[in-house]
């Protein structure tokens, strides 16, 4: 399988704005905000606001993540705590503000996490490995789920 997409292929990039207008425009109730993955107090808002004009969460998707490419010696510690900041804490913090509602509404609902290596991919591409940043968060989350 090559690096270059099948030519059949279409890549839509869309902002919150976008996705919100074509939803409205399908009879979809939507709410739009921006949220710092990272920051606690940023999550428990989105939960706040998304418990306050809906019934309710029936799918939650953690879906976020940042790479760094770089070798394990060239990595700085800032780099480290950004990266476990969004990539770990942000499953984290999505699963503790709406999972424990979702439980307590008593209807069924799912949560999906989704931790990507493609940063690790994508530095064996650029000549440089970077597994131990893009595995770290990845291995934390996949263990959490035993």
Not at 53 to 66: K, P, Q, S, W
Request: charged letters at 20%.
């Amino acid at each position: 399988m090559g690096d270059d997409p099948p030519a059949d292929a279409v890549e839509v990039r869309l902002d919150r704005f976008e996705v919100a207008f074509l939803a409205l425009n399908a009879g979809v109730d939507v709410l739009t905000e921006h949220v710092d993955l990272a920051d606690a107090a940023s999550v428990e808002a989105l939960a706040n606001a998304v418990h306050d004009r809906f019934d309710g969460v029936d799918l939650l998707v953690n879906n976020a993540g940042i790479g760094v490419v770089a070798t394990f010696l060239d990595t700085e510690l800032s780099d480290w705590k950004r990266l476990i900041d969004i990539n770990l804490m942000g499953v984290v913090h999505g699963c503790h503000f709406f999972v424990s509602r979702m439980v307590q509404r008593g209807r069924r609902g799912h949560v999906v996490n989704v931790a990507s290596q493609a940063p690790g991919e994508y530095g064996a591409k650029c000549g440089k490995r970077s597994p131990s940043t893009s595995c770290a968060p990845w291995s934390a989350i996949a263990q959490s789920h035993r």
